[in-house]
């Protein structure tokens, strides 16, 4: 889409846009403080995700900007690196690679993953927001926001945490607002009006200003019941214009002979690339008008990203699927959502960051909430049950495996377990026999794989001497090398068993050539 044409659904893209900023706030922050980067730099790659990315990418909806996927790879890069200075070359090195997974269409290793694993991803993403957001929303703290993983650094598990939350660190205050929080965005979604200047109200800046004014009021009136600042939003103040120009870091390009800065850079490129394939992927899947995402541009605008985020001090983005399916969910059309979204989160972060520092984070919680059961809806679950278990199982084994493991173990499992339903179904008897008393047919239903060579092994050996034999594979287009061989022994095996073999069939050049006995080509319209 052109920058002529960005305009034309700001109507939807602009409410749309706040919202994605109000919930990629604390995801910024809450992932560079588990990457064990600067809290600055996780704004600067939501920045840079929505400005940089959006401006590049093709993609109508996707939202980018610092991944929980990577924190470990972050975390351990930066502890291993001499400084951080040394660590954002690595970023920007990082974005090179990914420019050059896009040069050689590196992108379709996305049309690979089955929608049934795409839909379990989205499933899981949607089930672990509710689970991971609640202790958020209650009032406790010991995960950091944006966390996917099934243990958390406070030494619980996604599950443990909620029980010792409702036991022991229940904040009233806190859970009153996202209770009314909640209830309000539900109630809105269904209530909201078509027309009019409401229609153009996002339902999360309501429920941000409310929290906001309520605890001001909790503290002034009930201190006991008002949400403490360790559960605000806290956006790094700069005092002066200088001193938030030293917020930013440049990369030390005097390492760049160091293998480890390489090593580095190749490890985030592909996990960053692989997590950005499969947002895109899962982003089409929800977008209303399902339009298809040039996943080639996307690795060149990710690649555009890193470089531009390890050049201002940012830490590695991608696309997030989190931000991207807030994004749909409020009704955006186009990139210029995304593009808002970085711009508002840069003008607030210069002009208003003492507000943002008055947000509780139990009112972002209950956005995030709402946005994780619209990924969740029981009816996704019957669509996939009526799809039948070849679809159903592997959605299924997806979201447990992304549940207690993280997202790109999950997806693997999930694809192992795909796979073994595809080779079960080529594995099914593919060689029908049938035997008259002056001749035998052995006939393939269709292209033969390796898998086949049990099946027609023992169809030609239950051929009887001197029969004439019709080897009919009129219905595959492709017979591989083991199953050619396996049709050539038993022709030059003939002869001594007084057996006269026919191949018919409209196999391509090398497979035919490979056949030792005279094909009769028979085609069909």
Wanted: net charge neutral.
């Amino acid at each position: 889409m052109t920058l002529s044409g960005l305009g034309k659904s700001w109507r939807s893209d602009l409410p749309a846009s706040i919202v994605v900023a109000l919930v990629a706030l604390p995801l910024c922050l809450g992932v560079a403080l588990a990457s064990g980067a600067p809290l600055f730099a996780g704004l600067i790659s939501g920045i840079v995700g929505g400005i940089v990315i959006g401006l590049v990418s093709k993609s109508a909806l996707s939202v980018s900007g610092p991944a929980a996927g990577l924190t470990a790879i972050v975390l351990g890069a930066i502890e291993s690196l001499p400084t951080y200075q040394i660590f954002l070359l690595s970023v920007m090195l990082a974005g090179v690679i990914q420019i050059g997974f896009s040069l050689t269409k590196g992108g379709v290793l996305a049309e690979f993953v089955p929608s049934s694993i795409i839909t379990g991803m989205l499933a899981a993403i949607g089930i672990i927001l509710i689970l991971k957001q609640f202790p958020h929303a209650i009032g406790y703290d010991g995960d950091y926001e944006g966390s996917f993983s099934f243990f958390q650094q406070d030494g619980r598990n996604t599950l443990s945490a909620i029980g010792y939350t409702v036991r022991e660190d229940i904040v009233f205050g806190a859970a009153g607002i996202a209770l009314i929080s909640l209830i309000f965005l539900f109630w809105w979604e269904k209530a909201k009006p078509n027309e009019g200047p409401l229609k153009l109200l996002p339902g999360p800046l309501v429920v941000v200003v409310f929290s906001v004014v309520a605890n001001q009021l909790l503290m002034g009136f009930a201190p006991a019941l008002a949400v403490q600042p360790t559960h605000l939003v806290k956006v790094p103040v700069a005092g002066s214009a200088a001193e938030f120009i030293g917020l930013f870091q440049m990369p030390d390009f005097r390492a760049i002979g160091m293998p480890l800065v390489w090593t580095t850079a190749l490890t985030i490129g592909i996990v960053a690339s692989l997590e950005s394939l499969l947002s895109v992927k899962a982003v089409d899947e929800i977008d209303p008008k399902r339009r298809v995402t040039d996943k080639n541009r996307e690795l060149l605008a990710q690649g555009t990203g890193n470089i531009v985020a390890g050049m201002l001090g940012g830490i590695p983005v991608t696309s997030v699927i989190v931000r991207s399916s807030a994004n749909v969910g409020s009704g955006a059309d186009s990139p210029l959502s995304t593009i808002l979204h970085g711009f508002w989160l840069l003008l607030s972060v210069i002009l208003i960051p003492f507000v943002l520092n008055m947000i509780p984070l139990s009112a972002l919680a209950a956005i995030l909430i709402q946005t994780g059961y619209k990924l969740t809806k029981p009816a996704l679950y019957l669509q996939r049950w009526r799809q039948g278990l070849r679809q159903f199982v592997p959605f299924l084994v997806t979201i447990v495996a992304i549940l207690f493991t993280d997202l790109l173990e999950g997806i693997a499992i999930g694809m192992v377990v795909g796979l073994g339903f595809v080779i079960a179904r080529n594995f099914r008897q593919v060689i029908s026999y049938v035997e008259t008393p002056e001749a035998c047919m052995v006939r393939a239903r269709r292209d033969l794989y390796f898998i086949h060579k049990p099946q027609l092994q023992t169809a030609l050996e239950r051929v009887p001497n001197g029969r004439d034999v019709l080897i009919d594979l009129s219905s595959t287009s492709f017979v591989d090398d083991d199953n050619i061989d396996i049709i050539n022994a038993f022709i030059k095996g003939a002869p001594y068993r007084d057996i006269s073999v026919l191949v018919k069939g409209d196999l391509s050049g090398r497979s035919a050539r490979r056949i030792a006995a005279p094909i009769k080509e028979v085609r069909f319209a």
